[in-house]
């Protein structure tokens, strides 16, 4: 759990399978309520009602918007994290050309899975917590690449966290791109299969034979 500030930490944990529904049909309610009618329209109240339920009951696991707003992106992020995380063990001891192809695949299935949940998470990343939040995705990424890196079948990394983060880097910027709706027509199309030349071949170059 990340040192968020404790107004936007949630009240409760749920425990039970019924609280843990309840907090899942908060979440769903808050994208959707987030991505059909923006941020400033998203309150309690019709978060509460667009999960059929009271606003007491969102109170007893949120003590405001903010912090059910920092869950979400928590939830959000953490997910990305965690398929980065995945891919990552999955690819030990593989070639480098195969780690770069496994890597932007699962990094950009996992990002762009619904674009209109993460742009809508936009919105709010950059307060409520969201800077916090981020970095400490984005560290568990870093971390997870650096060890599939030492891994590598054919050849050694004399710096496998540099070659981690910039790699890292190379991807999260065209998403961002596409996310805040910088990246011009055909971007989105094609960005898989470039990405996957630009890191396959920097990983190759970085490779010590």
Known sequence: ????????????????ARSTATVEALHTATIQVLTREGLSRCTT???????GMSVGSLYQYYPNRDALLAAVLEKHLDGIATAVEAVCRQQHGAKVTQMARALVTAF??????DPQESR????VATERGGAELAAEAYGRMATAITAMLASASEGKFADPALIATVGLSSLVGPVRAVLEGQAPPGFEANLEAQLIVMLSAYFQAACQQ
């Open 108 to 113: 950009l299935a996992a990002k762009l899975r």
């Open 45 to 51: 109240t019709r978060v509460a009602r667009r999960a």
């Open 1 to 16: 759990m990340t040192m968020m500030n404790t107004t936007l930490k949630p009240r409760k944990t749920p425990l039970q």
């Open 120 to 123: 809508a998470l936009y919105a």
